[in-house]
């Protein structure tokens, strides 16, 4: 796709008598959504300043002087846009080529090669049990990062753990108490949770149990070694089970720095924005005033204590002299949007203009139950742990029922749960709020991960029978242009946008641009295998074009699925 873009912004400049900059035409060359306005589209409104005259008149102008490449059958100039229409036998041939070429690395590039990408995402609170909520944070940031991977740029993926503050008083003096009362071999973090809200209910009732608290978190911020060995228990048990989790997700952390981490920090960021002159009082806390339509972010309370904006600001200066980042990106539920405002403003105090504007908010929207919003003091919570196991359960049941010949049915159980999970979260746009219901997101039919797994295992199994071998066949030798049914011409010509698609979901932070392309991509198939022969096809020629559109399609299901953290099954 990529090609032809180039293509269409040289013949575009090629007839401009202007001085135009090749890369302006080609960042605005799009698909447009409807085939009949051809396969790219070039709005002519940004030339309309430079060249004073309508978009309309530009169109016209530039499409009688525009000199064809092979590649492109035709164009129109309709209402101010350039219409492309490619020569579909050139076409399909190429696309199909590259793709058999390529294989594994077809969607790659390199384009953000020797650029640096900081992503911070998942981040739970230490001695909580993962729910839902972070399960969405969690496959939501893995996907962005294998996404801009995917672009050649190399990633620093950060889990900024809750993993500091006054909740670890009550945690220790409960550990303490009852401590014998729990299994902590079995499910540690569970206990633990257990323990906080037994001793958050005591301290309630009694004033004392929370001056013990405090006392407690004083000694650990003095280092006192018992209370420094628990915190540092409570922070190994929960980071074994929350790996244990990323493991299954496919999710990748090179840092583990949380909270804790940016304690003798933060002196440094008090000490800028003191001598910035741009730290105020505000009734005893100090300030920075961020704008008029933004309340002022506060760096002190007013018992001279940090908050999370301190961290957050010493994290973004960490991270500037650490990472030298293109951009750093941070993934989290839209009810900290106003927070990240207040920080990034401030860290304009802090950090070069280069690197204020790498700061990026990717917000997330609620993750709800049909009942409601989960609720912890109402129960309503989904431990991650228990839906894991759910979901692979009642995949492992369906597997039973259609009487699926598989070897491991374990594995297959899992693949197909966790697959259904992660695919149910992504391809909803990431504002939107998410309605949950494991019986449908284990659906085979629909808009589900399961539907799209077993496209792809169709097409496996498709080879399979026809003892289609990529290694055996040269690609070279192969009559790409017998496929002329529109069910072919329409599969491949999706199949052709997958970089491009790779690259919009990554520039949008928004990994449903790709979900929601594989699922057009797995219907184009169906239409495509029930309306064109395959293994019953008697032209020998014909069928090995068509198998070649087969094994084409898996390798971008499977690109795919892999970039969104879900596995293909070789059968289903």
Known sequence: MDKIKNLIAKLIINV???????????????????????????????????????????????????????KLQKVEAVNGFLNFYLNNTNVLEDVLKNILEQNENYGKSSEGKGQKIVIDYSSPNIAKPFHLGHFRNTVLGSAIYKLYNALGYEIVGINHLGDWGRQFGLIIEGYKRFKDEYDLKKEPVKVLAQIYARMNKIAKEDESVMDIARDNFKKLEQGDKEAVALWEYFREVSLEEYNRIYDLLGSKFDSYNGEAFYNDKMDEIISILEDKKVLEDSQGAKVVNVGDDIPPCIVLKSNGSTIYATRDLAAILYRVRNYDFTKAIYVTATDQILHFKQVFEVAKHLVDKKYQEGLVHVPYGMVRLKSGKMSSREGTVIYINDLIKEAIEKSKKIIVEKNTDVDDIDKLAKQIGIGALTFNYLKSGKIKDVIFDLDDTLKFDGETGPYVQYTYVRTKSILDRANFNIKNIDAQNIKFDLLKEDEEINLVKELQKFQDIIRKSANSYEPSILTRYIIDI?????????????????????????????????????????????????KM
């Open 16 to 70: 401009l008598d202007e001085n135009i900059n090749e890369k302006d035409i080609l960042e605005k060359i799009e698909v447009p959504k409807d085939n009949k306005n051809g396969d790219f589209s070039y709005p002519c409104f940004n030339l309309a300043r430079v060249l004073k005259k309508s978009p309309v008149v530009i169109a016209n102008e530039i499409k009688e002087k525009i000199v064809l490449d092979e």
């Open 522 to 570: 797995s219907a184009l198939f169906s239409k495509f295998y029930n309306n064109c022969k395959v293994l019953s096809c008697e032209d020998e020629y014909v069928k090995q074009a068509r198998l070649a559109l087969v094994y084409a399609t898996s390798i971008v299901i499977k690109n795919g699925l892999t970039i969104l953290g879900i596995e293909c099954p070789d």
